[in-house]
């Protein structure tokens, strides 16, 4: 366990560094307001990219993924940002750095390596320059998001600066949600933000590490969450689309309705206003 650390105070929103589907960016300022007073620390046991971790004011952080490479970069980050900073970006001011060849070979070097540096190094530049940022793996956990074909592109200095900063008051962890709820204690609050449960008639990502967060996966959350808040008093919050199976696994939990503008393919005109909760189990 961390000791504790100042509270790292700032009224700026911070953007986390990588791209990432169903990132939570847009709705820190409704979570924050959901949290309870008083609690040290945040365990988040599905970290993503880390908004809310980035945009929220506690002493020490546990922050887990179950995907490997998500967390060996977190951890890469935070030891030595700068030397990952300069790796980097000698891959993105590459002149071929926006082309399908580089990008293509540069996917096949990932999946080919077992160097955790190098693998980090090339995920962000996947993440940033594939499709949507998505990360999805094949079932041989090869890594398979398409080239992304964007005019533009940024790399995320200042982003990955503040994130090493913030990261000294975080231990970054891989595993499963189960695994991760085993560390609260009564100083502690749980977010979480699992994969969306499906909405009707909408396309939408859904995947986790490779893996499908099904509905059983929904219902065991959910049911865990119940117990922790009633058998340890350690208040949970959970983020989900706001439909009939999310309002009712979550039965005795307040509810906080948002909505938000979510992007559902390539094509802006097929962004859309998605109701979303956040469903609070109060200790």
């Not at 000791?3 to 300022?29: E, M, N, Q, Y």
């Not at 951890?75 to 700068?82: A, G, P």
């Not at 955790?116 to 949507?132: A, C, D, T």
Request: aromatic residues 14%.
């Amino acid at each position: 366990m961390l000791r504790p650390k100042k509270k790292i105070k700032s009224k700026i929103k911070h953007r986390p560094f990588l791209k990432w589907a169903g990132g939570k960016f847009r709705l820190t300022d409704d979570i924050n307001k959901a949290f309870p007073k008083k609690k040290q620390c945040l365990i988040e046991p599905f970290v993503g990219a880390g908004a809310v971790f980035l945009n929220s004011n506690f002493e020490r952080y546990i922050l887990a993924d179950i995907n490997p490479d998500l967390i060996n970069l977190f951890n890469i980050v935070k030891d030595n940002v700068d030397q990952y900073i300069d790796a980097c970006k000698q891959i993105f001011f590459s002149s071929q750095a926006n082309t399908p060849d580089y990008y293509y070979a540069k996917r096949q070097q990932f999946n080919e390596s077992r160097d955790p540096f190098e693998r980090s190094v090339i995920f962000l530049y996947l993440n940033r320059f594939g499709f949507n940022g998505l990360c999805r793996y094949n079932s041989n956990n090869e890594f398979n998001v398409p080239f992304g074909a964007y005019k533009t592109h940024y790399f995320p200095e200042d982003e990955l600066r503040y994130f090493a900063h913030k990261a000294q008051s975080a231990v970054f962890l891989c595993g499963d949600f189960k695994q991760t709820f085993e560390l609260a204690d009564k100083t502690s609050v749980i977010y979480c933000d699992p994969p969306y449960a499906p909405l009707q008639q909408m396309t939408n990502f859904t995947g986790y590490a490779g893996n499908e967060f099904g509905l059983e996966h929904q219902r065991a959350l959910a049911e865990l969450a119940k117990k922790v808040q009633k058998e340890k008093q350690i208040p949970v919050l959970i983020s989900n689309h706001d439909i009939k199976f999310t309002r009712e696994i979550y039965q005795g939990a307040k509810f906080k309705r948002v909505k938000v503008q979510r992007s559902i393919s390539k094509n802006s005109e097929k962004r859309v206003k998605v109701k979303e909760l956040i469903a609070i189990f109060k200790a």
